[in-house]
């Protein structure tokens, strides 16, 4: 039975604060960022097996500096921290690890069974955000190619991509089949030359996830984490004297995809979860460099290095059940090449991925959903609930771009409504924005331990200030 949740709730909210970016001149970027900027993420950088190759968190925002390590987790959550993962390896033998596949295996991609992403049969909305390897060139007239360009040669490894599949069920259809670059470099605290080479998109929520009962986040799948490492370090983890082996019976190799199970406060059942055999790959050659896993069809999403010899599909499918069964991941007819759609060459790698479907858990209440609710919108606003029980969590609302509206000084208004009151309205903040501002912000506080079950839509209305009018407006779905 749901509560219902009153207007004096909405308006006790607390906590507002504003401010905008300026980077200097709008860049090509500007135009291109979607609902998934703000976003928060665990990511890690390409780096030599000489140095610790930790993952990082990105907090939700735009970052001014680099990302710090990722953090310990809330009491008994899971640790992503290398030395909670690999307890078997001693501190100096982490510098071993190097992580080139990531993910907490809540990739839900709408994937079918022939390996057809097809959201609008599964009934969810599906989309990918993925990196790029810093060599790739991007097809012509796509972001990748812009943004590889911007640099005059290689600079687009440190980028966050997505891409919204066409059919998507419960999110805004303007956004169906478009790539953007969510999160550049720049906006994650990296220089142009760093390269990012495994990114998940829900390992600070799940950290984070604190007051469970209330059930807050619903992941389907909190309690693994599925890896890859490069073949360095494969290499050298194999030539360690470990007994027991590390990860169960046979070595392992960069081409191999590890499993481990956060089970009783630690990291436990390490295993070789794939073999490059199941992969249809070579153990020593290949390398698988990014890594998924869909809950839902239970199958291991992943991508291996581009190298001369091997010419595979970017981006395939392992399903459960099935060893030595790969398909190519497709969408649409299922004819269409997924990097064209991606806006990729053939020869260009992918080397980071992760599949995001909040809606999938049933209840988003972390992450917004852009949706039509009758007022015009554009396509560059995203919003993320950042847990820190507190006792408040923190709503970031980021507002980019210019959709169809003509740059201009103005005022961007936040703006909370009850799904079951559409009539009345709580100003949560306003923030001026001038023609050459980026992007803008506006933090907020919610309650930490929630009222139950109410839809509410947070919308930004772009205001001219001499005129008073909305020139531009985006909507967002969330629940309380
Ligand atoms: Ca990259
Ligand atoms: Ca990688
Ligand atoms: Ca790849």
Redesign the pocket.
Known sequence: MYKVLNIGLLSSLLLSSAHAQTQGSLSAVTRARGPFSVYAHFH?L?SSTSTTDSGLLKLAGDQQSAPGEFPAPASGLPDYRLASMFPMLSSQQLDLVQ????STGNDLLGIDVSGVIDPGAQGVWAALMF?V?KTARGRGGSWVRVRSAEFGGPGVGADIMSHVFAGSVGIDQQLWGRTFVEQAAGHIGHAAAAE????DAFAPLIATNVNPPNNLIFFPNSNFVYL?L?NASATSINALPLSPAPFGDGPVTGASILRFEWTGGVWANHQVYRTPAQLGLEGEGD?????GYDPARNAIVF?H?VRPGQSRPQLEVSFDGAPGTILTLSHGDGTEPLHSALGIRFDDDI??LCGIDPEASTISRYLGTPVVVGLPQSMSFSISRVRNGNPWDVAHMQVSGWGNAARMDSVVNFYAVLETDLNNSILLGSVARTADQQSVELTYGIPTVPEEGENFYVYASMIDPLSGGMTNSWVQKMRF
């Open positions: 890690s390409e992580i080139d596949g990531f990196s390897k990012i080479d495994a990114f890859s490069t390398e698988v460099d990014a890594v991508s290095m080397d980071a």
